[in-house]
């Protein structure tokens, strides 16, 4: 009989391309992947993969076997989701979702909470973690959704889809004490200002790079962040200029106590519901895709 955990470590492997991408993501060593999977081979009697220079790419049998493995997989994950969302054992469903560590969590907020406003019980389990991380946990059906600022990235090796929600564009915000020392109108303003900014890997730090230079502004970086809450509250201390959503725009101004210098649409941030359903059918998913779409990024 075939040992469905040797085939869970194939599976993995087969999906994300390599011993070790797999191993990380199952907390294990690539050389007991390799181990595993050899024994599912002695056990079916034919090579599951072969090698191709560095990369390990799927035999005919192997192909075979990760069809199957599929479809084991996904009705597994079929069962365990209509387990949790029967309605007549009175029980809450339960919505796992993936939030990247990018996204600034005011965004994420609002785009969730659509899903607790359905008409049955709820209950949320929020992971928050690296994009390609998340997807791993998708894969393997951990999570019924990835919420994210960015598409499914191009090295990822996960049949998923991308549903992209809304874009918005960004506003510069300042104190009241630190405005007043601008000179000039926007964007003008900004040369020389002190300025807080995203980690140099965020995309939109990326954007916001090109923009200041084809604008030929020259701001003093105070401080790169990783966590857009921590970049705020270090901006609401007047250490600096800051840019956030426009979405966001009126929610900053009341929370931080800031105004806004101006706003631009040549920088922007996207974002996307990432599922392994092309058509989506999930209630949740479902409300937070038509809230995003006819509310929070209307105007956009």
Known sequence: ????????YFWMVAKTGGLLRASEQLHTSPQTLSGQIKLLEERLGKPLFQKRGRKLELTESGQTVFSYANEIFSLGAEMEHALRTDSKSGRSIEFRVGVADALPKSIAYRLLEPAMRLTEPVRIVCREWKLDSLMAELATHRLDLVIADSPI???VSVKAYNHKLGR????FFATPKLAARCKGAFPALLNGMPMLM?????????????WLENEQIYPNVMGEFDDSALLKAFGREGQGIFAAPTVLEAEIVEQYGVKVLGRTEAVWQDFYAISVERRITHPCVLAICNS???DLFASA
């Open 153 to 155: 990235p191009a090295g």
């Open 292 to 294: 995003a779409r006819g």
């Open 1 to 8: 009989m075939t040992n469905y955990k040797h085939l869970h």
């Open 168 to 171: 918005s564009g960004q506003s």
């Open 198 to 210: 995203h980690s140099e890997d965020s995309a939109v730090q990326k954007q916001l790079d090109r």
